[in-house]
């Protein structure tokens, strides 16, 4: 039987025609399965499915989650956190918990720490970014931290006091890959209008709890905020994050945004 698939014209450039036409043809595809965005279950014969495909430097996966989650899309991954995701798929790697440095651009090291943010009376997911060291523009030569400015030039907003009781608009280009119900990468446009390159990525998949899958997986969208190094720190509980994102906010430290799920 026909599966009700969508494989977007990225996703079947990329595959070939043959392999999309088989998989619309229910040969290749699953019947049942596991959205690797909400982690409920699906069936493609009885409801739109994307078909979702990561590109790596050498290996390429396909993936299949509801079509209300997330639509069918290629998205460039780096290898090493392809297979990564490979590995989780298999069960051979558990998801690692915790803060996910990696080297971003100016070679500087970002963590990321997820967590629910109160906004106009709603629970939020949000990512706090901090670097472990000033960020430096590419370049330049200098040592001044020019974190929050280059984020500023990306799109994202400076966040008030009285800002941050309100929710950011959303950056064009950008979105945040959750997959197989991990935290695996934030994505930015690519060069040229190309497809999606990391901003940042996990070394290894991150778990989010069940309630911030469940918030990002309602709203389709997680709230991103940055601050220069200093300004956040390891906070143990939610309310102590929110006490360290108000403080931030009102010494001019952090910027915001909010960003669409992309991936699965």
């Known amino acids: 039987m026909p599966r009700m698939l969508d494989v977007s014209e990225d996703v079947r450039a990329e595959i070939g025609d043959e392999e999309a036409d088989r998989l619309l043809a229910g040969e290749n595809s699953p019947g049942s399965y596991d959205c690797t965005s909400c982690r409920t279950p699906g069936d493609s014969e009885q409801e739109r499915t994307s078909t979702v495909l990561f ?52 070679q500087a090291v970002l963590g990321v720490t997820s967590g629910l943010v109160l906004l106009e009376g709603e629970l939020h997911p949000a990512l706090v970014v901090e670097p472990t ?29 009285d800002g941050l009781g309100q929710v950011p608009g959303i950056l064009p280009g ?10 695996h990468a934030v994505l930015q446009p690519g060069a040229g209008g190309g497809n999606p390159a990391a901003w940042w990525q996990a070394h290894q998949p991150l778990q989010v709890t069940e309630g911030w899958r469940a918030a990002a997986n309602k709203s389709h969208t997680v709230l991103v905020f940055a601050a220069p190094v200093g300004s956040i720190g390891q906070q143990p509980r939610e309310d102590l994050l929110r006490d360290a994102l108000e ?4 010494n001019g430290r952090l910027v915001a945004a909010a960003m669409p799920l992309a991936g699965t």
Do not use: N, Y
């Not at 403080?247 to 009102?250: M, Y």
């Open 133 to 161: 060291g000033p960020i430096v523009r590419a370049g330049s030569g200098g040592t001044t931290d020019e974190f929050l400015p280059l984020l500023v030039e990306q799109g994202f907003v400076p966040v008030s006091v």
């Open 247 to 250: 403080k931030a906010a009102a």
């Open 55 to 106: 590109v790596g430097e050498e290996t390429a996966v396909l993936a299949f989650a509801h079509a209300t989650c997330i639509p069918s899309q290629v998205v460039q991954v780096a290898e090493e956190q392809l297979q990564g995701a490979v590995r989780s798929i298999t069960g051979e790697e558990p998801g690692a918990q915790g803060d996910h440095p990696v080297t971003a651009p100016g």
């Open 174 to 183: 950008w979105s945040v890959l959750l997959a197989m119900g991990q935290l």
